[in-house]
């Protein structure tokens, strides 16, 4: 199908002004949990590790299965070695702690008490699914978590949390948008059957309404092993104009991808979001010939092949733990220019690095540079949304993607706002 684009919503990273958009920040009350032995109401997290020593940790798990995601700790140390070699931070040397939390709530607490005991300024990038556990001991020891990987509410609510991405919702509201933009008149989206899957047909009925493209919504339960069903409803006879959206997790993708070849549809367009379908999961289905080339994906940043990209390539440094389309990857490598830039500023003010200048810092309204990587980040009171789910979830814009030749690209140039749709209101003229 031929697209045609949506140029009021599009803008290039540092051109187009945030909204002001005024929203109380929640207040959440720190959870009364004994997250160490220390009584002090600031918490140690308020001191600096040692003269000279600034400590932060990252943690994901390792081990553990498909939820795996190594690469994020390795890329963490190798971060920490690249600032120490040039100069350090704050005057002193990054220290960075890892941690594998095993994909466990135990495994999360046991790795919020060491950051504790280290006395860290943050917890930076990481990938955990139990915030529901860990943000309220981070929040009792008073430590900021910067640019998460957004697999649970508490990341986009907490005013502890600095979320760098949108997650879910905007990926599947930017799905809308370009689809819409791409000429469908009926999007199905597959997607899991949990209260976090009811949530993506509000966002994505509100992106696909303006253009009166209609929804159909097609539930997976979580331990589907037959995609057949589920494949022929969601393309509903092959019609021209209609299209699909994949939010399901890469696993079950790749069962939706199988059916969807043996049942070849000729004239719908397949669609998912980034993180559902990735790179890996482009190579093992066949790349430039298999079913996904051509296939449209809307992601969080520009694909991996940018040369946004260049210097977490460098850092990487052809290391193989490291896969840098990975977007856990990706956001905690976006998570440590955060903190670098944000360290760097209460440097040249004369303030100390802490856990609470820094979220002082961040919470001031000065925005920071990605590089290109997102527009630029602030988490200002007038840049929050006003949501009471997810009042954290400052940066509302997205990337078009394609499938071009087994290798992700850009479909559209620039970001596309979707903050109108993640508020409920219209599209900007």
């Known amino acids: ?39 002090s109401s600031t918490g140690p997290a308020d001191q600096s590790a040692a003269a000279g020593d600034y400590a932060v940790m990252t943690w994901a798990p390792s081990g553990t299965g498909s939820d795996d995601r190594p690469g994020v700790t390795v890329l963490a140390d190798a971060i920490g070695r690249d600032t120490n070699t040039k100069g350090g931070i704050h005057g002193g040397k990054l220290r960075v702690i890892t941690c594998n939390e095993h994909n466990t709530a135990d495994g999360a607490t046991a790795c919020v008490r060491q950051a504790v005991d280290a006395r860290v300024v943050a917890v930076v990038g990481s990938y955990s699914q139990y915030a529901d556990t860990f943000m309220p001991l981070l929040e009792a020891a008073g430590i900021p978590y910067i640019g998460g990987y957004g697999l649970s509410g508490p990341e986009f609510s907490s005013p502890f949390s600095y979320p760098v991405a949108g997650g879910t919702p905007a990926l599947i509201a930017g799905s809308g948008r370009q689809l819409a933009a791409a000429g469908c008149r009926s999007v199905a989206v597959v997607r899991p059957d949990n209260p976090a899957g009811d949530t993506l047909t509000t966002y994505l009925g509100g992106a696909l309404q303006p253009d009166g493209v209609a929804l159909v919504d097609v539930k997976v339960p979580e331990k589907a092993a037959d995609f057949g069903d589920t494949v022929r409803k969601a393309v509903n006879g092959d019609q021209r104009g209609g299209c699909v959206t994949n939010a399901l997790g890469p696993e079950q993708t790749l069962k939706l991808i199988d059916a969807y070849k043996q049942l070849d549809p000729r004239h719908t367009l397949f669609s998912s979001v ?66 670098l830039q944000a360290a760097d500023r209460l440097n040249s003010a004369g303030t100390p690095l802490t856990a609470k200048n820094l979220r002082g810092q961040l919470d001031s309204g000065d925005t920071l540079d990605t590089g290109g990587v997102t527009p630029a980040l602030s988490w200002g009171q007038t840049d929050m949304l006003p949501s009471a789910e997810s009042p954290r979830l400052v940066n509302t814009w997205v990337t078009f993607q394609q499938v071009q030749d087994g290798k992700l690209a850009p479909q559209q140039n620039g970001f596309v706002d979707v903050r109108w749709v993640l508020t409920g209101g219209k599209p900007p003229q």
């Open 1 to 39: 199908m031929t697209s045609r684009s949506v140029p009021s919503e599009i803008r290039r990273p540092g051109t187009g002004s945030r909204a002001g958009v005024a929203a109380a920040a929640l207040a959440l009350l720190p959870a009364l949990l004994a997250v160490s032995a220390c009584g």
């Open 274 to 339: 980034i993180g559902s379908v990735q790179q890996s999961v482009i190579d093992s289905t066949g790349g430039a010939n298999g079913p996904l080339n051509g296939t449209y994906a809307t992601g969080w940043y520009p694909p991996e092949s940018s040369h946004v990209w260049d210097t977490l390539r460098s850092e990487a440094g052809g290391d193989t733990r490291i896969v840098t389309s990975d977007l856990a990857v990706q956001t905690t490598w976006v998570a440590y220019q955060v903190l």
